[in-house]
């Protein structure tokens, strides 16, 4: 596992700094690395309740040192520290709340029943600390009965990548159950766009339908991402042209996959073969759209949903959308209405979904306002 070694300072009236639990009890040069740092393991007043965090011996040494002070204790103070030791090179951004919470709490306890000082109670320790090693390195969190009425719970909360930046022609996708989706916590805002949210409205539709900011539609989104109930796909139209994705080879073995894929492209009342629908993806190619491959194949027939088959093959990435990306060659040079307005776009860095948003047109309106234009270019990517 991650941490290599939890265990329980104090500072001892006779003997100084000690360690009197350790989980596991035989990790080697633990005590070597000890004796080198003890001092900031049992450490002075300054740090007190503050992170510490040392390296010794191969070791990365984290704890958080407490101290009471109360007359009943040896040298009126008891000084205390739960410590867990990583390795030299870990990143230990994560368990760092975690240690923090673990020595206020047990300050806590302490102040309130005599937890650590006790015999009674302090002979449960060990198993404390053996819990907590074991649990957090299975699955990152822990549950700490204390006595009768109450209980620690310790977890570590993975920090969250920055959210993608959204744009008007992105579409918006569950890739959640509908269950998952009604159970969730949503404030009213979210509940306002969520109608709205099907997979084929983009971003300025939503905002538009659902009569939200564009902004804070954006912002709703970027939060429906970030916890994983959301991806981004582009626009349908049956112009699109796709191409099938290396993954595409999954569908030949994964049964969990082949089952969401039959139920999610199924027409109403059909259940296509998984056969024909893997055919149907490896058929999709440079030059043939959407419309063209439904005049080819009866899809019907098939059982297949040709807007939700397209959906879904984005979703779970198993096709690419080739898009356009046109490039005026002569930027200095006019260009007739409605792409002169957005001209400083046509530098083949911006697809045509984002161009046909921004003009409120579809592609084939795009196409035949450029097809006579010279100057412009057009390269798929």
């Given at each position: 596992g991650v941490i290599k070694c939890i265990f329980f300072s104090e500072f001892h009236h006779i003997s100084g700094?000690?360690?009197?639990?350790?989980?596991?009890?035989?990790?080697p040069l633990l005590k070597d690395a000890f004796d080198a740092v003890h001092d900031l393991i049992i450490t002075k007043q300054a740090l007190y309740d503050r992170l510490v965090s040392v390296d010794a011996l191969g070791y990365r040494i984290v704890g958080s040192p407490r101290?009471?002070?109360?007359?009943?204790?040896?040298?009126?103070?008891?000084?205390?520290?739960?410590?867990?030791?990583?390795?030299?090179?870990?990143?230990?951004?994560?368990f760092e709340p975690v240690i923090l919470k673990l020595g206020a709490a047990f300050k806590t306890y302490e102040l309130e029943s005599s937890f650590l000082s006790q015999e009674e109670s302090r002979s449960k320790l060990q198993s404390i600390l053996c819990s907590v090693f074991k649990d957090f390195n299975r699955c990152g969190c822990c549950t700490i009965p204390i006595d009768e009425t109450k209980s620690l719970h310790l977890k570590i909360t993975p920090s969250l990548p920055d959210p993608p930046t959204i744009q008007d022609h992105h579409v918006p996708i569950f890739t959640c159950s509908q269950e998952d989706i009604d159970s969730a916590p949503w404030d009213l805002t979210i509940q306002q766009i969520l109608p709205y949210v099907n997979g084929f409205n983009h971003v300025k539709k939503i905002?538009?339908?659902s009569e939200v900011d564009n902004e804070i539609v954006k912002v709703c989104i970027q939060h429906l991402i970030l916890?994983?109930?959301?991806?981004l796909i582009t626009i349908f139209q049956y112009s699109n042209v796709y191409t099938a994705e290396p993954k595409i080879k999954l569908l030949l073995d994964d049964k969990v996959l082949q089952k969401e894929c039959i139920e999610y492209v199924a027409l109403q009342g059909?259940?296509?073969?998984?056969?024909?629908?893997?055919?149907?993806?490896?058929?999709?190619?440079?030059g043939l759209n959407v419309k063209d491959l439904c005049n080819r194949v009866d899809m019907k027939s098939e059982g297949v949903n040709e807007r939700t088959f397209i959906q879904y093959g984005l979703m779970r990435g198993l096709i690419h959308h080739l898009q356009k990306y046109p490039v005026f060659l002569r930027p200095d040079d006019s260009l007739p209405s409605p792409?002169?307005?957005?001209?400083?776009?046509?530098?083949?860095s911006h697809c045509y979904d984002e161009l046909c948003c921004k003009?409120?047109?579809?592609?084939?309106?795009l196409d035949k306002s450029i097809e006579d234009i010279q100057s412009i270019i057009v390269c798929w990517k």
């Open positions: 700094p000690i360690i009197s639990h350790q989980v596991p009890d035989d990790l101290s009471i002070e109360n007359k009943k204790y040896p040298r009126n103070a008891f000084i205390f520290n739960f410590v867990f030791v990583f390795e030299v090179n870990t990143d230990t951004t994560l905002a538009e339908e916890y994983a109930f959301v991806k059909s259940v296509p073969k998984i056969g024909a629908v893997f055919r149907l993806y490896c058929s999709l190619e440079a792409l002169d307005s957005i001209k400083s776009y046509l530098d083949g003009l409120g047109i579809s592609g084939q309106e």
